[in-house]
Structure formats: C-alpha cells, structure tokens
C-alpha cells in the first residue's frame, strides 16, 4: 500500500529556482475563490513559493513577505487580485476572521502563510502545502488536496510538472 494517497504530491525541490517553477505551475491554475494554504517553520520556504505562485498566477506586482503587514494584495492586467495573507503575528483564528477571508475568496484567490494558526476558520475545501527544510538547498513539499476541486488541481499539477497522472 503506498505511503501517498492520490490526493497527496510528495516533491523534493533541489534549488529556490525550483520551488519557485513549481508555484508558478500551481499559479496558472488558480481561479477565483481558491485557498491555498501553507505551513512550514521560518526558513521552509513559503515566500519563496509564493513568488513563484503570483507569478504563475500573472501577477504584476512583486512578492514580498507580509508578515509586518499582514496581508499583500498582488494584481493582474484584468484586474484579479491575489490576496497574500501571513498569519504569524495574529494572536488567534478570531483575530484572523475580523480581516474578512469570506470577502477575499469573492474578490480573488487566498494563500495563507501559517495557516494552521487559522485552520479552525478556513473551508473545509483547499489545497494544503507543506513546506519542510531539508537542508540550505533542498526543500519537501508535500501538496494535499481537500475536496474533489483541490483533487482534480493536485491532478492537473503533477501532469504539469511530471507527464503523469
């Protein structure tokens, strides 16, 4: 019995370059109302990863970390917007839902840095990633869908990055 499940990509990326083509590939994808959420301790590479995504994604602005400021609005030529949302310095999920995630899913996509600090307020549907330093060049990521959406995007990324289903 394999260790993954079909709902599950396990990647090991060998370089910042690389987890950065892999958000870009995840970026392309994502539409309005998408959550993705990330978890990783400080050094993982979660910004780095966003980078990629936003860029995917078409963004014309670029990425920085929002921790200070908590959350980045990234924009695209048609007018969509990506919201980057870092959760480290809120004190708890209440705190997260006065930022209003409900009016940032119809405005656009979500990405949450430290989204287990929220989990008990996100939809049960999302893509979670997380995001495990393996030494100064080597990151895991391990991508897992929550819903039958989320399951047909994990689909739709691993042909994308790997020919295969």
């Known amino acids: 019995m394999p260790i993954l ?5 396990d990647f090991i990326s060998r370089s910042p370059e690389q987890s950065r083509r892999m958000g870009m590939r995840l970026g392309a994808m994502l539409q309005l109302g998408d959550i993705i959420c990330l978890q990783g301790d400080l050094g993982a590479g ?8 936003a860029q995917g994604w078409g963004s014309l602005d670029p990425v920085t970390s929002p921790t200070f400021i908590i959350v980045n609005i990234y924009r695209r030529p048609d007018e ?8 480290y310095r809120l004190e708890s999920a209440a705190e997260a ?17 430290w ?9 049960a549907e999302r893509l979670w990633i997380n995001l495990e330093y393996i030494d100064e060049e080597q990151r895991r990521l391990q991508i897992t869908a929550r819903g ?11 042909k994308s990055a790997f020919g295969v289903n």
């Open 97 to 113: 839902e006065m930022l209003d995630l409900d009016e940032m899913l119809t405005s656009g996509a979500l990405v949450i840095e």
């Open 46 to 53: 979660k910004t780095t990863f966003v980078q990629g995504l």
């Open 80 to 87: 969509k917007q990506l919201f980057h949302l870092d959760t």
């Open 5 to 9: 499940d079909k709902n599950t990509l």
């Open 148 to 158: 039958a959406y989320y399951q047909k995007m994990i689909e739709k990324l691993r």
């Open 115 to 123: 989204a287990e600090r929220i989990e008990s307020i996100l939809p």
